[in-house]
């Protein structure tokens, strides 16, 4: 059992540097932080939470004006984004690309008004996973929601599409949203 031994060596170094650590500033204590991960990496120990803790991956965006006529199989560019730490969604195309493997949620919103049409799929790497529906109501204003939870590898794509019928209206401004954010590493 000489793994024992060789654990309780690698939690003493670890304890031992960051119990050293004198930073001054959020940056300098960072700086100290990515130090101490590539010294436990080299050790062949990588923690997920401990590490990992200042990255993040999640955006919010939506679309900036109305969409009306919207064909079937359209990606919906939102293209007024919010937030979009780690860089991971593409405004240009609609498209966020998993930048490292993890379990992700996402969210969406469309908002469409009396008579207004809009289904809408929630797609992973061309396959559907999801879909919520308006169809040809008569209330003033209706929306259709939904939520994705997904493990994803690194490099797979998600996107809202349209799907089934045309969209006939999908409202502007921040009534129509997508959003998501990894949750989970493996």
């Known amino acids: 059992m000489m793994i024992k031994p060789i654990v309780s060596t690698v939690m003493v170094l670890v304890v031992v540097a960051l119990s050293i650590v004198r930073a001054s500033s959020p940056n300098e204590f960072m700086g100290d932080m990515n130090g101490y991960r590539s010294a436990c990496k080299k050790l062949g120990w990588e923690p997920k939470q401990?590490?990992?803790?200042?990255?993040?991956?999640?955006?919010?965006?939506?679309?900036?004006?109305?969409?009306?006529?919207?064909?079937?199989?359209?990606?919906?560019?939102?293209?007024?984004?919010?937030?979009?730490?780690?860089?991971?969604?593409?405004?240009?195309?609609?498209?966020?690309t998993a930048p490292e493997e993890g379990v992700y949620s996402f969210a969406w919103n469309f908002l469409s008004t009396k008579g207004g049409t809009v289904y809408i799929a929630a797609t992973v790497d061309n396959f559907d996973h999801a879909h919520t529906c308006i169809g040809n109501q008569q209330s003033q204003y209706i929306s259709t929601s939904g939520q994705l939870i997904y493990e994803l590898k690194k490099g797979n794509k998600v996107w809202i599409r349209v799907w089934h019928v045309p969209a006939t209206f999908i409202h502007g401004g921040y009534y129509t949203y997508f959003s998501g954010s990894k949750i989970n590493s493996f």
């Open 50 to 96: 401990d590490c990992t803790a200042n990255h993040i991956i999640a955006f919010h965006a939506n679309i900036k004006s109305h969409l009306t006529n919207v064909p079937v199989n359209t990606t919906i560019q939102f293209n007024n984004v919010q937030l979009n730490r780690g860089g991971a969604y593409d405004p240009e195309t609609g498209i966020f």
